[in-house]
């Protein structure tokens, strides 16, 4: 369990979360969540056993963003951000239940240009987080100028309503840039948004903006706080919104598969590269080996690195000689050895 307490001063909001019961705040996890250096993930300044506080300057809530017009280009901008926030925490093991999906506590800049999401690290929440009810509430609340009975929006709105179950994987390829008519990923932003984002990423090691007069909206409870920058050893990076968070390959990095038996380069050119003797919904096809199921193994390709699963494989897939467990990603590097069933593959980066 937990409360909320949310301030607004000028253009910066603070976020108390002060959790009870079992619920206990995890230095481990912030330092992981940290590690993965996905600047939308917003993590507490200070926090200690049973408080967590967030600062966020130039933005607004998702409430207040969504009572405005906003563009396709925006709304899809948005919910690849989503999306991709979600594949980091999937990744790192992070449990997604702790992401707050309350529209109260998602900021957005003020130029709708960035999202910042609350991550809670604390062991004993047990939040059930509905992702698809998320999906559908930022769909339906979404204003246009133009209206929502576009093409485009057609299409997604038929794809989010389709999809049995939640797959970043799905999502991710649907979102891809090759679905825009125009690419996301290579939004021009002003130099002035570029410094805020970099700025607000970065926790500050006091709380320069608090009232020296002005007590504890939850009391006296600081035992053990500290700042969460703290946690890690070293200085946590930046990103920039549009030069870093798109997905597949960059320009800059190439990724190839070497198939060892034919000696065959195959390049990974797509952020989720399927591998299977199947004749459909694969990117390479090992059509001479009845041992490689239809779809076996799944690349996926995200801020340059390259992760491998099995796809639940009759003859599971190996990296140098370890069996992964089914559907769990393995992030690959240069001159890794994949044997799917008894294909093995060279795993090259440039």
Known sequence: MYK?????????????????????GNRDMASLAYSTNDYRILLPKLMSNKKMTYEVQGFVTLT???????TEETFFGMVLDFVQVVATLERAGLPVGNLVLNSDYIFVSTKGQGMRYLFLPVDGLNNQVNIFSFLQFFLNRRISPTGSNTPRMNSYRQFLYSQPYFSTEAF???????????DISRRDFSVEEKKR???????????????PGETDIFGDDNSDTIPVS?????????SVLGETCCLGVGNTTKITLTRVRTNETIQVNKSVFRVGS????????????????????VFTTYNGKCFVKDNNSTNSTYVNGEKLV?????????????????????????
């Open 326 to 350: 089914p559907a769990k990603e393995h992030q690959l590097e240069n001159g890794d050895r994949i044997t799917i069933a008894d294909e093995v593959f060279v795993y090259n980066i440039q």
């Open 172 to 182: 991710l390829e649907y979102l891809a840039p090759k679905n825009y008519t125009e």
């Open 197 to 211: 984002q970099v700025n607000d990423y970065r926790p500050p090691e006091k709380n320069r903006y608090a009232d």
């Open 64 to 70: 207040q963003y969504l009572t405005t017009y906003m």
């Open 4 to 24: 909320i307490k949310v301030r607004h001063k000028k253009d910066i909001s603070t976020v108390i979360f002060k959790v009870s019961g079992a619920t206990r």
């Open 230 to 238: 703290e946690l890690v050893e070293d200085e946590i990076g930046t």
């Open 278 to 297: 199947g004749s459909q919904n694969v990117e390479y096809r090992v059509s001479d080996n009845r041992a490689v199921s239809r779809i076996h193994a």
